[in-house]
């Protein structure tokens, strides 16, 4: 275990009336803008716990941020922050993310999707604390029945990686009522655009999803992208998805631990635009966006891929007073290429 820390700040922390906010998975594409919003505009003293096979270091880009390079089923690592620090909430986003993989390796995705955040969730019961907030997907409720898709659209995952996602969630159900630990599960649709100033963004490696591949296209790192499938029943032939700003995403976590720090009970929220866009579509913008054409080639439809997501996100406004401010998907883009055609170029290693 490595572990990296600013020890005057932690010192200050511990000693001061607020605990810690634990982030696993901090150093990836959401959980990395998430930190550095509770960091920055929150002034929360945050604690990172990732074990760095996906997340980036670099991604923590905010002063005094703690970093715990561990993995999260490593107990002793886990009980280690605990004892250190006093945790008021966990913001669990620590997860593999490729449907795909799943289908293939679906113990994979049980063991760290499902499996290693139960670590987390003992340590925090034998500690006291008693506020999760977890980063579940649109993907736990599988074919839709009706678009916009509620809350209370039925949860029937179609692959592994939303069956262990939808797993937890119910595990979390249980742990309100036997320890009291409380949580908001945010089931997000498309997470995408990077921080506005183009500071950190998103690198996966591989990339599968479709706005930097778009981009990257566009740029010449690749060759043409691939169109999965042009015989939707959509208008354009292409999938609609509802493609929500990561800063959105992250504003939700902060307005969640709020909610959960007035005495909120347990709840699942939908973040999307309510707006869906098609692959068609984000082409076009894409190619309005960087003033380059984008090369593209057609194939077949991508496995499990459902032609229409769109989400019915009233209930997190209702709730926690929380609405995607950029809906627009041009600026969406724009903020994904102002990374991808910034200083890093997209990439925080080369
Ligand atoms: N697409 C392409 N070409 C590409 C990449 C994607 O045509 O190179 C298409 C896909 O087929 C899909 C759309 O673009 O229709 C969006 O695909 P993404 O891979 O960007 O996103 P997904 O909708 O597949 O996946 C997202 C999250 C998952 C989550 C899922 C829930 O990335 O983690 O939503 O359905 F599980």
Not at 125 to 131: F, L, V, W, Y
Request: aromatic share 8%.
């Amino acid at each position: 275990m490595g572990v990296d820390f600013v020890p005057r700040r932690a010192f200050l922390s511990a000693m001061s009336d607020q605990g810690v906010i634990l982030v696993t998975g901090g150093a990836g594409y959401i959980g990395s803008h998430t930190v550095r919003m509770l960091a920055e505009e929150e002034g929360r003293q945050v604690v990172v716990l990732d074990n760095l096979v996906f997340g980036h270091r670099e991604a923590l880009v905010s002063e005094g941020v703690t970093l715990v390079e561990a993995d999260m089923a490593d107990a002793a690592a886990v009980g280690g922050i605990f004892d250190r620090y006093r945790v008021d909430g966990v913001v669990h986003f620590a997860a593999f993310c490729y449907v795909g993989e799943s289908v293939g390796d679906p113990l994979k995705y049980y063991r760290n999707n499902t499996a290693a955040p139960l670590t987390v969730l003992e340590a925090m019961r034998e500690h006291g604390c008693d506020k999760f907030i977890f980063s579940s997907t649109c993907a736990t409720y599988g074919e839709p029945q009706e678009i916009p898709m509620s809350e209370s659209h039925r949860q029937q995952p179609i692959n592994p990686y939303g069956e262990s996602k939808l797993m937890l969630e119910k595990i979390l159900s249980d742990c309100e009522a036997a320890y009291g630990i409380r949580s908001v599960r945010l089931r997000y649709f498309n997470a995408s655009g990077c921080s506005p100033d183009g500071a950190i963004g998103e690198d996966h490696d591989p990339e599968t999803h479709l706005i930097p591949n778009v981009l990257r296209a566009a740029r010449g790192d690749t060759g043409p992208m691939t169109v999965f499938g042009t015989d939707y029943p959509t208008p354009d032939g292409t999938c609609i998805r509802d493609y929500i700003h990561v800063q959105d995403l992250a504003r939700a976590h902060v307005k969640a631990l709020g909610y959960l720090e007035a005495g909120g009970r347990t709840t699942a929220c939908n973040l999307g635009t309510g707006k869906g866009a098609s692959v068609r579509e984000i082409i076009d913008a894409a190619e309005a966006v960087t003033g380059l054409p984008v090369p593209v080639e057609y194939g077949e439809r991508r496995e499990g891929d459902p032609p229409e997501l769109v989400a019915d996100a009233s209930w997190a406004e209702e709730l926690l007073g929380w609405k995607a401010e950029i809906t627009d998907i041009r600026t969406i883009i724009e903020t994904a290429w102002a990374w991808m055609d910034g200083e890093r170029k997209g990439r925080y290693s080369a």
